[in-house]
């Protein structure tokens, strides 16, 4: 079974330039997480899509993140434009979540790494 | 808001022996999750073990076991027979239903 999928794997920008960076979950997983993995820390959810709507988008910086799941499956994460703080490693992540059954494992990407100059 | 504290940046322990990592959270909640992820030099994020917060025993994995204590909010990993392997960021994490929230993490090495 192939895992969750992203791209690119690497990306350098300037500051003030757009970015945006691309998931494949695991086949037939109904939610995706995005999180933000600063240098040092432990990941911070951005925000988690069950199928294609948003579950909880509370901690994203909507003045310059955003995020779309269409047709449920692939997602695409932009950040625009880009400020020297957003330097860090974006991870999905993917769960099969069956409604009315238990909370299940989210499955990592690989993870892109953002570095902003 | 749920928080979770890992108080041990770094551990290091020599290969074959045990070592025990530490995780407390602090939660309202009666029902949720908690989880231990490690995270080698790659970056790929890798499940270790799960514990449900309504099952008392608690959970193994092979070399991997847990010591849950709910009334204590406590949560920490034990690695018995260590292998150079296991040296990695251990991340402990919560979740109720929404995303994972995560600890800072407990760089582990592994000597030979």
């Known amino acids: 079974e192939a895992g969750v999928a992203q791209s690119p794997r690497y990306k350098i920008i300037e500051k003030r330039q757009s970015v945006a960076f691309w998931c494949n979950p695991i086949s037939g997983h109904a939610t995706l997480y995005w999180y933000q993995q600063i240098l040092g820390q432990g990941p911070k959810l951005l925000i988690q899509?069950?199928?294609?709507?948003?579950?909880?988008d509370s901690q994203l910086p909507k003045d310059r993140f955003s995020a779309e799941r269409l047709k449920g499956v692939d997602s695409t994460l932009k950040i625009q434009p880009a400020k020297l703080e957003d330097s860090a490693v974006y991870l999905c992540?993917?769960?099969?979540?069956?409604?009315?059954?238990?909370?299940?494992?989210?499955?990592f990407g690989p993870g892109t790494r953002l570095l902003v100059l | 808001a749920q928080t979770v504290t890992q108080s041990q940046p770094e551990m290091s322990v020599q290969e074959a022996e045990t070592v025990t990592l530490s995780c407390t959270y602090d939660t309202s909640e009666n029902n949720y999750y908690l989880f231990w992820y490690k995270q080698p030099p790659s970056r790929q994020m890798i499940l270790v073990i799960r514990q449900e917060a309504y099952k008392q025993q608690n959970a193994t994995e092979n070399r991997f076991s847990v010591n849950f204590q709910k009334a204590a909010k406590s949560f920490s990993l034990k690695i018995s027979d260590s292998q150079l392997g296991d040296t990695a960021m251990y991340f402990c994490a919560f979740m109720k239903l929404e995303g994972l929230t995560f600890g800072e993490g407990t760089q582990l090495t592994v000597n030979p």
């Open positions: 992540a993917s769960s099969l979540d069956i409604a009315g059954g238990p909370v299940e494992t989210q499955y």
């Open positions: 899509f069950q199928n294609n709507g948003v579950v909880d």
